[in-house]
Every structure is written in structure tokens, then in C-alpha cells.
């Protein structure tokens, strides 16, 4: 039987897919690309924000009228049944199987009572997933769950507690990955930096950085979703002084005005956070930083706006990604007084992305005429460019670089090479490998 997936959502539910599309390739099932080809179509779902939610019904609604000309089974799995798998079970009833994220470890089995004539043993495993990031990139999901409960957030009552994996576990999965061809590693979890914190009582992720550092075939490590209450010096310095480690912080602030962040449940404030970006940029000059904004929180004034709003002018992010927030029911921002007209959160978001854009902008201009390491992972479709990444950009996050391809050949993918920045376009670089 043929088996074909969509994976919505984060990279963390990715990974949840690849482990499943991996069992079924070990039970004999062959993947493909197009739905209209599969016996079996899974889908795993993300139920976040409202947004996310209508995307997942959408796509779900859309595979089940697949099933009626093609497909045989339609599985729909994650955090959106997770939420919600009654209601779904009585309003579409042409899916097969609903499994919630819950319920992983008796996923194989859920399977074996729906499709005929599979084997009935098998679990999912991070050693047996089909990677689908490409032949060199690869995420490594360090940690399950989030203990942060920020008020707006609905993934601790999804995805449950922080539960870190075990150290040599996950070391084991990285040089496993290496061993068959992959060169990056995206370090991931809800939290990396409290990695460690409930096996060892203490933040390990530079512990474990260093360890994967020493895989001798690996190139780049790069770790994502850094909240700034843990970013240690530890850390910071292990960042510093490696030759792996991509000079990269993701860092999701949300807001910087205090009551703003004191009614989101954050465990950081104005200060720290300004403190921890003047640390890293002093200690690593050429550090890329990232971050998430929310705009419109219940009970945000124009004034905690406009504080926002200076403090992103003032620091210049080299990447931002902003949302308005989004009631989500069952978390306690729900139920917080003051929120905030859909007109003026609409505004507010455009406002943080105009400027943005112009910051962006600038940060790309200065790029041209410096010369970058590039892993080079596509083509363009008429093959003018290859199409590639440097340190400063992480997988289906950021830009790219299209470098100038006159042979029109396709022997690079793959490779790492020394490219010089000639323009920009947009949110992309324009490069010639020297």
C-alpha cells in the first residue's frame, strides 16, 4: 500500500510525522508525493491558534473528498484531536482513525484496527524516522511538552508538561542522523533552554551542545525557541566559541512592556530581556537574532504598544515575526478582561511589520559585497539559481540565498561553498560563489 502525509503545523510535529511515515515504510508501505496516488492519507494536525485550526479542517475536509475518488483511508492525528476529537468524530466522519498526540505510544495499534493485514507490533521512534527536511538538514526534537503555562497558551493542556529526553539518547539519534549524510542539526523543542532542567535540576543545553559538537562530520548545530529567563552565560559562551554552533538566537519575547507580559504569564521582563540581547550581541558581534511579537493581548494599552513598538526600532532584530493574539478557549487570557478590538490589533500588526520591513531591508543591504559559507539545497525552477542558506537563515523560517547558476548545472546541491553577496532582493540574498 502507498502511504502519503501532510504535517502541519510546527517543526516539532514534523518530527511526530517523520516517526510515523517511518513505521509505515518499516511495515512495507511505500511513500508518495501526491495525494490522488496514496491507499492511505495522514495528516497531522496543529490546533494552536484559530488559524491553524481552520487550516487543519480544511485540509482534513479537502483529503476526504481524495478518498472519494482515490485513497482508501483517511488518518488525521496531533494536537487538533487532540483538543477536540469528539466534536471532529461527529462532524467528519469520513476520516478513519482520529489518534490525538496523546495517545502516540498505542499509535501502530490505533493502525492495526482500521487497515487490514498489517502487523499489529510496532512504536514510533525517533531511530527509525524518514527525514524530510532534505539530505543534509535534520531537526532534533530535545524535549516534549511546556511548563511555562503563559496565559495565552493552550500547548501545556495539549502536549502536557516539560519532559527532556535523556542526553546519551538524543547524542545517539545525532550521530545516527550524521552517519547517513546529515550536516545540519536544528536543535528543537517548546523550550530548549530549559533543556535538562527537570532530569538534572539544572539548564543542560550547552552541556548537550558541546557533546554534539564533537560529531566529527557535522557542520552546522543550531538550537531554536530560546526563552530569555535561561539563556545562561553558559550558554552564551558555548555559542561563542564554537566552530558548529551557528552564531543564531531565536529568542520569543512576545512583548517588552511589563504589564503586558506580567498578564501573559511570562517569566521575564522589560529589563532582563533588554539585558540578554545587549549580552549576546556584545559577546558575539555577528550574532543573527529572532524573535515573535504579539500585538493586541487583552489589556494592551496604546502606551505598552508604543513602548513595543520603540524597543523593535531601537534593538533592529535581524528577523521578527509578529501575530495578533488570537482567543484561545480554555486558556486564561480568555477569560482576562480588556480585549482588544479586532481593528485595532490588525493595525497594530501592520504597523510592527512596515517597520520591520524597513529594518529588514537595511540589514540585507549591508550583507552585500561580504562573502558567506552556503549550503546550497535546490535549484530554481529554471535553473538560473541555486538556492541556498547561511548561518543567518534557518529552514522554512528566513530568507535564502539564490546564487547565480549560468552553467545550469545541479552539481553543487548539497555542498557547502564560499559565496560573495552581490544584491538583494526582497527578504533573499543575491550571490556568486567566489
Wanted: proline letters at 3%.
Amino acid at each position: 500500500m502507498k502511504i502519503g502525509y501532510i504535517s502541519l503545523g510546527c517543526s516539532k510535529n514534523l518530527v511526530d510525522t517523520e516517526m510515523m511515515i517511518g513505521l509505515f515504510e518499516k511495515n512495507g508501505f511505500e511513500t508518495v508525493n501526491e495525494p490522488s496516488k496514496a491507499d492511505v492519507i495522514l495528516i497531522n494536525t496543529c490546533g494552536f491558534i484559530e488559524s491553524a485550526k481552520q487550516e487543519a479542517i480544511n485540509t482534513i475536509l479537502e483529503m476526504c473528498e481524495y478518498k472519494k475518488k482515490h485513497c482508501q483511508y483517511v488518518i488525521a492525528t496531533g494536537c487538533l484531536v487532540k483538543r477536540y476529537q469528539e466534536e471532529l468524530k461527529k462532524a467528519i466522519p469520513e476520516v478513519d482513525l482520529w489518534i490525538g498526540c496523546n495517545d502516540y505510544e498505542d499509535f501502530w495499534k490505533e493502525v492495526s484496527c482500521v487497515l487490514p493485514n498489517i502487523n499489529k507490533k510496532g512504536n514510533l521512534t525517533y531511530e527509525e524516522r524518514r527525514i524530510t527536511t532534505g539530505d543534509k538538514t535534520a531537526y532534533l526534537k530535545i524535549a516534549e511538552g511546556c511548563s511555562n503555562h503563559c496565559t495565552y497558551c493552550a500547548i501545556p493542556s495539549i502536549r502536557g508538561p516539560f519532559v527532556s529526553r535523556q542526553q546519551d539518547e538524543i547524542v545517539k539519534e545525532a550521530k545516527m542522523l550524521v552517519d547517513k549524510g546529515i550536516e545540519e542539526l536544528i536543535v528543537i523543542a517548546q523550550d530548549t533552554t530549559k533543556y535538562g532542567i527537570d532530569l538534572y535540576g539544572e539548564p543542560r543545553l550547552a552541556s548537550l551542545l558541546k557533546e554534539l559538537e564533537k560529531i566529527s562530520k557535522l557542520k552546522w548545530i543550531r538550537f531554536l525557541y530560546s526563552y530569555p529567563e535561561t539563556i545562561t552565560e553558559e550558554l552564551i559562551k558555548t555559542v561563542k566559541n564554537s566552530k558548529k554552533i551557528c552564531h543564531y538566537f531565536d529568542i520569543p519575547i512576545q512583548h517588552i512592556a511589563n504589564p503586558v507580559l506580567k498578564r501573559m504569564n511570562r517569566h521575564s521582563d522589560g529589563e532582563s530581556i533588554r539585558n540578554v540581547i545587549n549580552k549576546i550581541r556584545n559577546e558575539i558581534p555577528d550574532v543573527i537574532l529572532r524573535t515573535t511579537v504579539m500585538v493586541g493581548f487583552p489589556g494592551e494599552t496604546k502606551e505598552d504598544f508604543e513602548e513595543l513598538y520603540d524597543f523593535i526600532k531601537e534593538v533592529k532584530f535581524d528577523k521578527l515575526g509578529a501575530f495578533a493574539y488570537s482567543k484561545e478557549e480554555g486558556t486564561p487570557a480568555e477569560k482576562l478582561n480588556g480585549h482588544i478590538h479586532p481593528q485595532t490589533k490588525k493595525k497594530r500588526y501592520n504597523q510592527i511589520m512596515a517597520l520591520q520591513q524597513e529594518i529588514s531591508k537595511a540589514k540585507l543591504q549591508e550583507k552585500i559585497g561580504k562573502v558567506y559559507t552556503v549550503l546550497i539545497e535546490g535549484i530554481s525552477f529554471d535553473k538560473k539559481y541555486y538556492i541556498g542558506r547561511t548561518y543567518m537563515d534557518v529552514l522554512d523560517c528566513d530568507g535564502v540565498v539564490l546564487i547565480e547558476n549560468k552553467t545550469k548545472k545541479t552539481d553543487k546541491i548539497g555542498q557547502f561553498v564560499n559565496c560573495k553577496i552581490v544584491d538583494v532582493k526582497d527578504y533573499d540574498l543575491i550571490g556568486k560563489i567566489k
